[in-house]
């Protein structure tokens, strides 16, 4: 076991504005192209952050607070997101996924003390029993797997345009 | 084919900033940990990509530019980071990776014509003819695939810390 809460909300913290540097002012093409059908584009997955902050992470850790084991989680569509289009540019949701995430490490902050609620448990509705420490190693992976999820995305684009170099490029294996 | 000159400058301007947004400041566990042996940390993998700037890409692409096909690039170790350590800090290096690239851009912005010089060709050692326009997206992929890198080898330090969450995170997969 390697988890540290302070180094956990070391990435968590850092998450947005590095996404922020990436992506803002990047040409539409980057932004608008996917992996093919019923994959999602970079935009797609600023969303799917965006809706983790607001239904996902925090409210399922304050249930846990609350509930323990006694109530298992209210379920979370994944893929909300991608039924309800947010409107807005990169940048606007750029800017809303780090405003979300700044008041969620607030609150993380003064809602749990490592010491004391780490162990705490509660009911997930396919995984049964899970710990308030899974729950934030997960929510940092998840960060992490998105962001590789737009750099492959990204990459995609230009698997033709590399030529032999592809052989290189892990990124481009299926 | 989706290579386009200025899109493809987009990211390599935006990489060095990014991963000084992400990676400066995190703890040395986050820096130091790799996927086992004979693997990169983090850390190696900004070395890499500072002695990619210095000997692969950018005087690879001068050589084309001033030998066309009539000789073979110079071989380049990928691997020579690993034997010749740099030293110091995660921030002096991403600094260091940044004023390479920044100073590249200004020569790659000099050197190349897109309406003139992205089909010329050069002799790669392994690959025989490549093109300037594979050379060039070839780069930005190698900068998208050592992205993918540094947060994969972050997700395997919490593969056990996740619990049962191990199933939604793609980036766990092996």
Redesign the interface.
């Known amino acids: 076991?390697?988890?540290?809460m302070?180094?956990a909300i070391?990435?968590l913290e850092?998450?947005p504005?590095?996404l922020s540097?990436?992506l803002t002012?990047?040409?539409e093409?980057?932004l608008q192209?996917n992996e093919g059908d019923g994959t999602w584009n970079v935009t797609e997955v600023i969303d799917h952050l965006i809706e983790g902050e607001k239904t996902n992470w925090m409210p399922r850790l304050a249930f846990i607070l609350e509930e323990g084991e006694s109530k298992v989680f209210p379920p979370f569509d994944?893929f909300s997101h991608l039924s309800q289009k947010e409107d807005g540019t990169i940048k606007q949701k750029l800017l809303e996924f780090k405003a979300l995430r700044i008041e969620n490490m607030t609150r993380l902050k003064q809602l749990v003390d490592p010491e004391v609620h780490l162990g705490l448990t509660g009911r997930?509705p396919?995984?049964?029993q899970?710990?308030v420490?899974?729950?934030l190693?997960?929510w940092?992976?998840?960060d992490?797997?998105h962001?590789?999820?737009i750099?492959?995305v990204?990459?995609e684009?230009?698997r033709?345009?590399?030529?032999?170099?592809i052989?290189?490029?892990?990124?481009?294996k299926k």
């Open positions: 076991m390697n988890f540290n302070n180094e070391e990435v850092r998450t504005q590095t540097t990436f002012g990047l040409s093409a980057w192209s994944r997930h396919a995984f049964g899970v710990r420490r899974e729950l190693s997960a940092v992976v998840h992490l797997t962001i590789r999820q750099v492959r990204m990459a684009r230009y033709t345009d590399v030529g032999p170099w052989e290189y490029l892990g990124i481009l």
